[in-house]
């Protein structure tokens, strides 16, 4: 069934930038579900469109609940931070992803969609990079 409220990004992200993932387009148990906040973690020159169609950037899905055990893969970002994020969040860098633009949106403000993306802050961007290099075994 189509979403009528669902607008997907027609520009391509750049890095750092805050948007909704719709994850159950593409759901398959044990994955991840429902519309999350992630973050693109891409480097912005990755993100652009495929001829016609959409482009597809990494990113990184956040949570509001506290992981069970917290590792060094687990990015703590504190409400008040950002404005995208509402109350205290986590970024599960374990669960990094790429997923077509057609599954990105803009974050929804008083039930309206924001009219531009919110950006990590430098160093926030380097904590997330961190995390993802331990959950790749790369660090």
């Not at 669902?6 to 890095?15: D, G, H, L, Q, S």
């Not at 970002?77 to 109350?87: T, V």
Request: glycine share 6%; hydrophobic share 40%; charged share 25%.
């Amino acid at each position: 069934m189509a979403d009528d409220k669902w607008k997907p990004i027609t520009f391509a992200p750049r890095r750092g930038a805050i948007l909704l993932c719709n994850f159950d387009m593409a759901r398959v148990p044990p994955s991840i579900d429902k519309r999350r906040q992630v973050i693109v973690f891409s480097l912005t020159e990755l993100n652009h469109k495929h001829g016609t169609g959409p482009g597809r950037s990494m990113v990184v899905p956040t949570t509001s609940q506290e992981p069970k055990t917290i590792g060094p893969e687990d990015v703590f970002i504190a409400s008040g931070n950002y404005w995208s994020f509402e109350e205290d969040c986590w970024v599960l860098a374990k669960l990094v992803t790429t997923v077509s633009h057609r599954r990105l949106s803009l974050l929804h403000r008083n039930g309206r969609p924001a009219l531009s993306s919110e950006f990590l802050d430098v160093d926030d961007i380097e904590r997330v990079g961190t995390a993802i290099k331990y959950a790749l075994g790369l660090s």
